[in-house]
């Protein structure tokens, strides 16, 4: 009942930026937390940052704290990520996702999922 959809990824030097975006529709009420989760070959899959539609609440990893910022347009019902000070590191599959759980961070409790954008930095 939730569509999500990735877009903004790309190829980048060590170092750039990228911001990807995650569009929601259908039934979303029932979503309190969106995700960007990432995944490199052969890993398991990560929670990147968390952000609640309401209130604004963040989480971020700390492989990523001070680089990443996630954000939400509400109006919009679209949530961002921007990525700073990229490393080779940060190279992985991301995907968008949707919980029902406030303060959801483990895969299995989010809901929805995106198609995924790939992120590829070269350093």
């Known amino acids: 009942q939730v569509q999500l959809v990735e877009s903004g990824g790309g190829l980048v030097q060590a170092g750039g930026s990228l911001r990807l975006s995650c569009a929601a529709s259908g039934r979303t009420s029932r979503t309190y937390a969106m995700g960007w989760f990432r995944q490199a070959p052969g890993k398991e899959r990560e929670l990147v940052a968390r952000i609640n539609w309401s209130g604004g609440s963040t989480y971020y990893a700390d492989s990523v704290k001070g680089r990443f910022t996630i954000s939400r347009d509400n109006a919009k019902k679209t949530v961002y990520l921007q990525m700073n000070s990229l490393k080779s590191e940060d190279t992985a599959v991301y995907y968008c996702?949707?919980?029902?759980?406030?303060?959801?961070?483990?895969?299995?409790?989010?809901?929805?999922w995106g198609q995924g954008t790939q992120v590829t930095v070269s350093s």
């Open positions: 996702a949707a919980s029902e759980i406030y303060y959801s961070r483990s895969p299995n409790e989010y809901n929805y």
